[in-house]
């Protein structure tokens, strides 16, 4: 598996995973009175229980709402073209430095079973 096709594979798990969690709308926001998430159009996506999620976690939940994972992931594949049309160009010294982004990106990734210890 290339670092290409590793990137593309966790992209396309975390698109899945976003897409999957959104109801109503992809942008959550976090009610800290009550450490309760909702999406942006008011519908509950975490309902806190009086202990649990914390007001940490529910900030953290809340953050890393779908609409942000689809983002990432829109920002992920830009960096990838820029990669792979520096590559076809023959750009050594722009494919290079591409590549060590997409080398910082897949690190995310290094406790996944397909990591190549050499990317990291």
């Known amino acids: 598996m290339t670092l290409v096709e590793f990137l593309e594979a966790r992209l396309l ?3 899945l995973m976003a897409t999957a969690a959104i109801e109503s709308t992809a942008d959550w926001h976090v009610f800290y009175a009550y450490r309760d998430i909702k ?14 999620p914390t007001a940490g976690q529910a ?7 779908p609409a942000r994972i689809l ?5 992920a594949r830009a960096v990838i073209a820029e990669f792979l049309r520096l590559d076809a160009l023959g ?3 722009g494919r290079d430095v591409a590549e060590t ?6 690190s995310v990734h290094c ?6 210890q050499t990317w990291a």
């Open 13 to 15: 798990e975390d698109e």
């Open 39 to 52: 999406d942006g159009g008011g519908q509950y996506v975490v309902l806190a229980d009086g202990q649990y």
């Open 59 to 65: 900030a953290h939940i809340a953050r890393h709402s």
């Open 71 to 75: 983002r990432q992931c829109e920002a």
């Open 91 to 93: 750009d050594l010294p």
């Open 101 to 106: 982004a997409l080398k910082q990106l897949a």
């Open 111 to 116: 406790d996944h079973a397909d990591f190549d």
